[in-house]
């Protein structure tokens, strides 16, 4: 009796971490697909070229990504512009900030460095007012011009700038965006 138990428990123990394992599957197939599904609405928003991307897959197996292009033909990264590689970069981002459902900081450096017009204007309407409860922008003075900062002015709770003074060797702090006056 002693020995049928033992090969009754083993078999049952053998049968629940299949069941584990099955479930475990699932729900790591279940998260990478919301999550994919997130950083794919992120980055066709910040896209100029809509037409771009037709789908964006997490691989579960070595969570590698999969970008697919307008005609279904598989997307490197290297195929992409400078441009639309950061704004993937930031798309992905987004998008897990968006699928762990907490308000999490962001902090964004040269935010627009290597984009273009189109792609720019798409970041600062799309990507700043919904990035986070609190975004943090830490810019040039070529980046952001006035007409840029106005668009997300009604957004910014505080502006500084800061300018290194070589005479005094440091940094001076004072209010406001590079003097960009405002409308």
Do not use: C
């Not at 971490?17 to 990478?32: C, G, N, P």
């Not at 980055?43 to 969570?63: A, E, P, Q, V």
């Not at 459902?101 to 017009?117: E, F, H, I, Q």
């Not at 800061?162 to 965006?177: C, P, Q, V």
């Amino acid at each position: 009796l002693e020995g049928e138990d033992a090969l009754r428990i083993l078999d049952h123990s053998t049968k629940v971490r299949q069941v584990i394992a099955d479930l475990s599957r699932r729900m790591l197939e279940k998260q990478t697909g919301q999550i994919s599904d997130l950083i794919f609405d992120s980055f066709t928003s910040l896209l100029r070229k809509k037409s771009l991307i037709s789908s964006l897959k997490i691989n579960i197996d070595d969570f590698s990504m999969e970008i697919m292009g307008a005609n279904d033909q598989r997307l490197s990264p290297d195929d992409l512009s400078a441009g639309e590689r950061q704004l993937l970069a930031v798309a992905m981002l987004w998008g897990l900030a968006r699928a762990s459902n907490r308000p999490l900081p962001a902090v964004v450096d040269t935010p627009l460095g290597r984009l273009d017009a189109g792609h720019r204007i798409n970041l600062v309407q799309n990507y700043f007012p919904n990035a986070s409860h609190q975004v943090f922008l830490l810019s040039t003075d070529e980046e952001i011009d006035s007409e840029l900062y106005n668009v997300i002015r009604p957004f910014v709770s505080r502006s500084y700038t800061l300018k290194f003074d070589d005479a005094e060797n440091a940094t001076a702090i004072s209010e406001g965006y590079f003097g960009v006056a405002l409308t």
